[in-house]
């Protein structure tokens, strides 16, 4: 219940260049409900996808997110820029560059 409260109190102040930083201490601490977390970055995925967090998130973090039907986006064209993105901060992720294509 207190841990409930705590991680209520931590979503309610989330902001767009944190939510990576939250979402991974609840994994850390082996807290799981993490939805209204995940409903956050549905909701702004774009703008989240723009920031330096994003950037450094995992492949595994990244296929997650993207696929995900929730996400809020306009196209498929901010899903391809934003995996453009993550790919282009460094050089060995191209190998995964191949996992993401269908």
Known sequence: KILDECAQFMIDRIRIGTVFKLL???????????????????INFVPISNTEEFLEISVNDLEYLLQRDSL????????????????????MRKQFAARFVE
């Open 24 to 42: 991974n201490f609840f994994r850390a601490i082996s807290y799981d409900k993490i939805e209204r977390l995940l409903r956050y970055v549905d």
């Open 72 to 91: 809020n986006i306009d196209d498929e064209c901010q899903v391809f820029e934003a995996l453009s993105r993550w790919i282009g901060q460094d050089d």
